[in-house]
């Protein structure tokens, strides 16, 4: 992949602190730092959370890594997925441009699938 774009701890970026990215949690959807991961992996809540390595989460198809952020256009966050025009949507992006659209998808349906097939990929390489 021809970005090396490093990402930022989500947790501690919220604290305004920088710290960078060692891993990606499928179920929260945020970055972690090193420090920031091992009370996630601790934590009663989120332990059984599967995680994939920032480097990983750089081979996800774009539109994955666009989910968590929100639309350009419209500045809503993206909840639907256009397989026809291949790209994320916001709600506002679907009556606009994807009006005759048919093979509409819940992005967090897309993103269940990727999170498994992610999965499957980590286990075969281990
Ligand atoms: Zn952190
Ligand atoms: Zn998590
Ligand atoms: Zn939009
Ligand atoms: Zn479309």
Redesign the pocket.
Known sequence: MASSEQHICTICNDDGVSNLAVSW?T??E?FLCGDCEKP?SKSRL?RN?K?MSAEDYQKLPTFIQEISSKCRDHKKKFELYCSYHVCPCCVQCVTDKHKKCQEMKTLSGVLQQVKSSASVQLLEKI
Do not use: A, F, I, Y
């Open positions: 949690c179920e929260c945020v996630h989120s959370h995680t």
